[in-house]
């Protein structure tokens, strides 16, 4: 089997290229602003990526957002993918399935699939179809696009159960098959930290308003205030950096609180093995691959009871405070770090390992291949 697996530059993305791969050959589609790689023959539009021929890049459509883009738009995209798609074919072989990720990544696959004849699925991530976050809401021209685009579609994996809640209330589709976010279990190891008064406390996220990392330094504030010896360290970057900088020297949590800034993937483990518990204040996710990576670390997670976080934490490996509560936020703190010794470690790995794991989801990847790939033998493709 040849996927052509379209992705966006989210590092979360890795997990699913290494899950297919596992029975696969994939080759990722990645829609960029400027092409930075080989240009395909004499083409404008599609490139190879240098470091990696199992990479293409292809050129969006300038000038107008997707949300907005009408027939022209959508027929030049779709061309550009169909020039794409056959650069593979002729480099890596017949291209089987494509894969998409977001439904903004989807408008133009149901002129591809007539274009080519080639099925396609759709992975979706996002919180447009949600109510969590006022700063991304599907408006009514963007579910016009979507919804051809999963009408089209072979399969529709939305990455939880919660996600698939929501898109039903918007009458997307109901023929949706979950298919969690894999992430490499190798790249995370059991907590190495050796007996210490501190406790640190580690959060991964990108700095925006809606993570809520803010109330995180107020509830060790509180904490410290409380006699605990409580460390924070802060992974990740963006436009809230340098207020979270501020707020946490207005705290007088200078000297406790560590911003990392960005960090490559590949290290996230490093640091995670660090910490003893792992704290994410936010309510706009839909799976949360930061909090599984802590899982995989043998931390437990103290979060909001919102979303997704009730399908895979509990009070055995973490703490679900009531949403947007920041003084039940700041109980479960306290209680996890109070209770750090009656975590089993090895426990919480484990069922991170066997719910998200390249293996096990790649297993249930595999399966919902194969059912698209029936159905569309059934369709007549």
């Not at 408006?139 to 919660?162: K, T, W």
């Not at 970057?237 to 900088?245: R, V």
């Not at 000297?255 to 995670?272: K, N, P, Q, S, Y």
Request: charged share 25%; proline share 5%; hydrophobic share 45%.
């Amino acid at each position: 089997m040849h996927v052509a697996m379209i992705r966006t530059p989210n590092a979360f993305c890795d997990g699913w290229t290494a899950a297919a791969a596992r029975f696969a050959t994939v080759t990722e589609i990645l829609p960029v602003n400027q092409l930075t790689g080989v240009a395909v023959a004499d083409s404008e539009t599609v490139a190879v990526d240098s470091d990696n021929p199992a990479s293409v890049q292809v050129l969006g459509v300038r000038g107008v957002s997707r949300p907005l883009w009408g027939r022209w738009q959508l027929a030049r995209y779709a061309a550009r993918l169909v020039e794409a798609i056959h650069d593979i074919e002729q480099r890596r072989g017949p291209v089987d399935l494509v894969h998409a990720h977001f439904y903004s990544n989807s408008f133009a696959l149901p002129r591809v699939r007539r274009l080519l004849g080639k099925p396609y699925v759709i992975t979706e991530h996002s919180t447009a179809f949600t109510d969590m976050n006022p700063e991304n809401v599907l408006r009514a021209r963007s579910l016009r696009l979507a919804r051809p685009a999963y009408r089209d579609a072979a399969g529709i994996y939305p990455v939880s159960e919660f996600l698939a809640h929501a898109m039903r209330k918007r009458a997307v589709h109901e023929d949706l098959t979950v298919v969690p976010n894999p992430v490499d279990s190798s790249r995370f190891r059991l907590w190495l930290k050796g007996p210490a008064p501190e406790v640190v406390v580690g959060v991964s996220a990108r700095l925006v308003p809606m993570k809520r990392v803010d109330m995180l330094l107020r509830a060790a504030r509180r904490m410290v205030d409380e006699g605990f010896d409580l460390r924070v360290v802060v992974l990740g970057d963006g436009p809230e950096l340098d207020s979270l900088s501020g707020l946490a020297a207005e705290l007088g949590l200078a000297e406790r609180v560590e911003f990392t800034g960005w960090v490559a993937a590949a290290t996230i483990g490093d640091v995670l093995a660090g910490c003893d518990a792992f704290a994410l204040p936010s309510v706009v996710e839909t799976h949360s691959v930061s909090c599984v990576e802590a899982l995989l670390s043998g931390l437990p997670v103290v979060t909001f009871g919102a979303g997704p976080m009730d399908e895979y934490i509990d009070r055995s490996n973490g703490y679900l405070a009531v949403p947007d509560d920041e003084a039940d936020f700041t109980a479960g703190l306290r209680l996890v770090v109070e209770n750090l010794e009656a975590y089993d470690r090895v426990k919480i790995r484990r069922d991170a390992i066997r719910k998200f794991g390249l293996e096990a989801v790649s297993l249930r990847l595999h399966a919902a291949y194969a059912a698209a790939l029936s159905r569309s033998e059934c369709d007549g493709l």
